[in-house]
């Protein structure tokens, strides 16, 4: 089973900035959709953004121009640039890959939390 390990989160203030890091244990990023997705308390865990296997990128209204998803396939990392944060993006934040029809989640790994606050 691929592992997928994040890091990089922490405390930030409102305004600062991160960048999380996701490493897969296999090269399957030209294989599948990888993207972020984050779950705040009480809420529902959503996807934020994704980069497919030809690197073209979507992102979440809630975080367009704010963030930005990036591969390094040779490292098996993916990338989440996070700018210009807000409160309301604390959250644990996971990678994991963009299930379809024929496939689901890859086992999720721990996240890593952002906490935004002053």
């Not at 934040?93 to 935004?116: A, D, H, I, M």
């Amino acid at each position: 089973q691929v592992q997928l390990v994040e890091s990089g989160g922490g405390l930030v203030q409102p305004g600062g900035s991160l960048r999380l890091s996701c490493v897969a244990s296999a090269s399957i990023f030209s294989i599948y959709t990888m993207g972020w997705y984050r779950q705040a308390p009480g809420k529902e865990r959503e996807l934020v953004a994704r980069i497919s296997s030809g690197a073209w990128t979507m992102y979440a209204d809630s975080v367009k121009g704010r963030f930005t998803i990036s591969r390094d396939s040779a490292k098996r990392t993916v990338y989440l640039q996070m700018n210009s944060l807000k409160p309301e993006d604390t959250a644990v934040y996971y990678c994991n890959r963009v299930p379809t029809s024929n496939y689901g989640f890859l086992p999720w790994g721990q996240g890593t939390q952002v906490t935004v606050s002053s």
